[in-house]
């Protein structure tokens, strides 16, 4: 079983940063994709950005692409997400995920590829 905790969450306002972290537990952190999604009220959950097991690739959604930063650190069993020039539209709550098999690859932004999740940590963006 792998745990996923996020942080990092807060109030800041338009053109602020924030760093979002994921500490993961449980398993070979280093074997594994991670994946960073959010959630809106009343909107569904969408992909954010993604790196591979190996660190080599990130993805990104068009919308964040060029002001979120996916990174890890797998000496520390942890993902970053560094969020740069926010937006009042990136408010939502930010999870952490990872997929069942180590050494996966493929379907990164699709939200049923994954099979852990964390918690959630909330970021909202003041205009």
């Known amino acids: 079983q792998l745990q996923l905790v996020e942080s990092g969450g807060g109030l800041v306002q338009a053109g602020g940063s924030l760093r979002l972290s994921c500490a993961a537990s449980g398993r070979t952190f280093s074997r594994y994709a991670m994946g960073w999604f959010r959630q809106a009220p009343g909107k569904e959950r969408e992909f954010v950005a993604a790196?591979?097991?190996?660190?080599?690739?990130?993805y990104y959604a068009d919308s964040v692409k060029g002001r979120f930063t996916i990174s890890r650190d797998n000496a520390k069993n942890t993902v970053y997400l560094q969020m740069n020039s926010l937006k009042p539209e990136d408010t939502a709550v930010y999870y952490c995920?990872?997929?069942?098999?180590?050494?996966?690859?493929?379907?990164?932004?699709?939200?049923?590829?994954?099979?852990?999740w964390g918690q959630g940590t909330q970021v909202t963006v003041s205009s």
């Open positions: 790196v591979s097991w190996s660190g080599d690739s990130t």
């Open positions: 995920a990872a997929p069942m098999n180590a050494y996966s690859s493929g379907s990164y932004s699709q939200r049923t590829w994954y099979d852990y």
